[in-house]
């Protein structure tokens, strides 16, 4: 067997972590999950991250919690009923909220408002590609997709407010050089 060969034979579990060390410390009531897709599974993969007692108890060690991919049904049915990273994500959040939200993808714009500039700037910008993706892509017949568009308007405004904001930021510390 090539070197390749046996690489491709290797196991998702016998890799490992996706991460050593984390770099956001989520509240207690939130868990933080890591979702990262490899093109060699041809699926992607969900791990969490942390809080995982509010999810599972499975005895063991929290890296083993933590190096172990979780089995959701939106991973099990990728290759065959033509599932999107947002059903893998939406059904994320659904798993973690009591009772389920009529939108998964609903934004905290207080929160995003709140961030430090630049990263608010980079926040709406990722949060804008993924859900114009969706707004394309997506079921339009899901109960959620009209409040996702609606979410989008308001999201770009911040994304060029930002923007603006980052520009003039940067003239000014230019002119003073």
């Known amino acids: 067997m090539s070197p390749s060969g046996s ?3 290797r196991s998702i579990s016998s890799q490992p972590p996706p991460s050593e060390r984390e770099i956001a410390v989520p509240e207690v009531n939130c868990t933080l ?21 509010r999810l599972v108890n ?3 060690t929290d890296s083993m919690v933590k190096d172990t991919p979780m089995k959701l049904k ?3 049915d990728w290759q065959t009923r ?5 059903d893998v994500i939406s059904e994320l959040v659904c798993l973690c909220t009591v009772p389920s939200p009529t939108n998964p993808f609903a934004l905290d714009m207080r929160y995003i408002k709140n961030l430090p500039l630049t990263d608010r700037f980079l926040v709406t910008g990722a949060l804008l590609n993924f859900l114009d993706t969706y ?3 997506g079921n339009r017949d899901e109960l959620h997709y009209d409040k996702v568009v609606e979410d989008v308007k308001p999201l770009r405004r911040l994304h060029v ?3 603006l904001e980052l520009q003039r930021q940067r003239e000014g510390s230019s002119g003073e050089q």
């Open 7 to 9: 690489l491709a034979a």
């Open 33 to 53: 999950f890591l979702l990262a897709g490899y093109v060699k599974y041809g699926r992607p993969y969900a791990w969490i991250r942390s809080n995982h007692e």
């Open 58 to 60: 499975i005895g063991g």
């Open 74 to 76: 939106s991973i099990a």
């Open 82 to 86: 033509g599932i999107r990273v947002w």
């Open 135 to 137: 707004v394309v892509y």
């Open 161 to 163: 407010q930002s923007l």
